[in-house]
């Protein structure tokens, strides 16, 4: 099984931006705890990251052509704005989960909008970087 992690603008700076919301884990930290869980599971896991939304786009077109199981996707702000990431996700048709660190539900009014969730068959908050964990676990169940 192959499992793709996506993060969207601004996960890169983990450990640095707003540690009160956060956290104090960096983003190698993420990598490096999704990649564990993967080999802990006997996933093969890819992790990419890209403030572009034309980026991810094309990275979640990729993993159609070349054999992805599942996506895990923290689209970041793009969660509140992306008509393009819900019409590339419903395109390709792999299961994805939607994973963001922080609650979004206890956020701003305008993080209460998320365009991704309806092509995602889950949806994890507020776990911080165990989320992907989660995630992770529940797509290499097949649930």
Known sequence: MKILIINGPNINMLGIREKHIYGNENFDTLIETCKKTGEELGVEIECYQSNH??????????AYFNGVDGIVINPGAYTHT??????????????T????ISKVEEREDFRQVSYIRQACCRTIT??????????????????
Do not use: C, F, M, R
Request: proline content about 2%.
């Open 53 to 62: 939304e034309g980026d991810l786009v094309d990275k979640i077109q990729w």
């Open 82 to 95: 992306s008509v393009a990431l819900l019409d590339a996700v419903k395109a390709v048709s792999i299961p």
């Open 97 to 100: 989960v939607e994973v963001h």
């Open 126 to 143: 507020g776990q911080g970087i165990n989320g992907y964990v989660t995630a992770i676990k529940h797509l290499a169940k097949g649930e």
